[in-house]
């Protein structure tokens, strides 16, 4: 089994070093053709500064009332007005669907602590692609097995449901879906409220009852669950199957949110930045490989920066830029493989795993290429698919650093964390460090950041919007 290293244990410095190679090394260097083949997936900060300027001004449409229908950035108010302060206690339920597995958690707070049990259910094919009474009959399913195993039946518990994608929220408990992402395409739940379709389908089980708090996305419920246990935290960011981004809003800014004021001053705006360069902003750095990404997906034109960063399509981009260096005569000696010709065969953990190989090795990279029927690749090769690997898993980090850098611009508070959940984050051994040195870069003067790794973020996230809601009350 490759080993597999978490960020935490990484340095920035692990990474090869390819462009400080000394003569000596010479046998360790980038072919110049594929470094020069590969100038455009490497962007400088001028690039980065026109990013945050068009990803600033779809904010702010966003925000508007005039200008909102039309933004690409919606930045929807999730009605979130008021972080975890310790004082939340009782048990509750969390739902937690975001892509391809669901998840069901009991938590129970008391102070400050806090245990949680959980249980994950997959969610099969047919169901993703089927209808939504489908999928709402296999979510009450699930939860109705969790709560007969946890013998709590017979209760009525207040429940935080995470359902990531897209939701125009009318209030804390009502939510309209405004697109599907991540490979989801139910029929007729677009423009339909979720909360209404998961308590449609409890009633026609009628064995279980529940009290649904609020319904949010990963990343309000990853903002939520490190602002329990770090009282800076203002921004949530998920960096996985997809991404999205999340922040801490004066209210005076947000121009549609007619709900009385909490009290806070605030209100926490998901801005659903993947939509972002889906109007042309991004076209100034997107590469061909990008375009046949989004050509071939299922949602041709839109998540255009999604599909720049997120882990459904880094290992993808990857090899597509593989496969044209193959055919070029750059890479394998020309020779190429069925799987290396085939659509999404280089997965992006092929990615995590490469860059996780000490300097001048070549372990993971070597077994993964022969996993692709590329055994006659040389030490070369590797040297130069790695290269391949680090370029596309950079930009992807400086356009997430870019796009955090700018939210924290934005909030412009002396001292903010940054909560972060999702696998691409989690198990890419550099990210983290990646993007703490182009955030840094990005900032303005005076701002002190942290990346906080969340744990359990949207499903413990969910309870805790749950519980605020229920002290509130």
Not at 187 to 196: A, E, K, L, R, W
Request: negative net charge; aromatic residues 8%; contains cysteine.
């Amino acid at each position: 089994m490759r080993q597999k290293q978490i960020f935490e244990c990484v340095n920035e410095l692990g990474r090869v070093e390819l462009d400080h190679v000394t003569p000596t090394d010479a046998e360790y260097a980038i072919s110049n053709e594929i470094r020069e083949r590969c100038k455009e997936l490497v962007l400088d900060n001028s690039q980065l500064e026109k990013y945050k300027e068009n990803l600033l001004n779809d904010i702010k449409k966003g925000l508007g009332k005039k200008t909102h229908p039309s933004s690409i950035v919606k930045c929807f108010i999730t009605y979130v007005q008021d972080l975890p302060d310790g004082t939340e206690v009782g048990k509750f339920l969390a739902l937690d669907l975001g892509g391809t597995n669901f998840r069901v958690l009991l938590i129970e707070l008391n102070k400050n602590h806090f245990e949680m049990r959980s249980k994950i259910f997959a969610v099969p094919q047919h169901i993703m692609l089927g209808s939504g009474e489908q999928l709402f009959d296999h979510i009450a399913d699930c939860l109705a097995q969790f709560m007969k195993a946890e013998k709590i039946m017979n209760e009525v518990l207040p429940l935080g449901f995470t359902f990531s994608f897209p939701l125009m929220q009318k209030g804390l408990t009502k939510g309209l879906l405004e697109r599907w992402t991540k490979g989801f395409n139910c029929s007729g739940v677009i423009g339909n409220d979720v909360v209404q379709l998961l308590k449609d389908a409890i009633a026609r089980r009628g064995d279980i009852k529940i009290d649904v708090c609020a319904v949010l996305n990963d990343t309000t419920g990853t903002l939520m669950s490190c602002a329990w246990k770090n009282r800076h935290c203002r921004i949530g960011l998920i960096i996985g199957t997809g991404t999205n981004a999340c922040y801490v809003e004066s209210r005076e800014n947000v121009e549609n949110m007619d709900e009385p004021d909490a009290g806070s001053g605030k209100v926490l705006i998901n801005t659903e930045w993947g939509a972002f360069g889906d109007d042309g902003s991004l076209d100034f750095v997107r590469v061909d490989y990008d375009k046949i990404i989004d050509q071939n997906s299922v949602n041709p034109g839109k998540q255009l920066h999604e599909k720049m960063i997120s882990g459904m399509y880094m290992g993808e981009l990857v090899r597509l830029a593989l496969e044209v260096f193959c055919k070029d005569g750059l890479l394998f000696g020309g020779k190429g493989s069925e799987a290396l010709s085939t659509r999404d065969r280089f997965y992006t953990k092929y990615v995590s795993e490469i860059e996780t190989d000490a300097p001048g090795t070549f372990t993971n990279c070597k077994e993964i290429l022969e996993e692709l029927g590329l055994k006659h690749a040389t030490e070369q090769d590797c040297i130069n698919v790695r290269y391949v690997c680090e370029c596309v898993s950079r930009r992807a980090a400086h356009l997430a650093s870019a796009g955090i850098a700018t939210l924290l611009n934005k909030i412009n508070e002396p001292r903010v964390t940054v909560g972060i959940d999702g696998s691409l984050y989690r198990y890419h051994p550099h990210f983290h460090n990646l993007m703490m040195e182009k955030i840094s870069e990005l900032i303005n003067p005076g701002i002190v950041f942290d990346l906080m790794l969340s744990e359990d973020g949207s499903g413990r996230g969910a309870a805790l919007v749950a519980a605020v809601a229920s002290r509130k009350r």
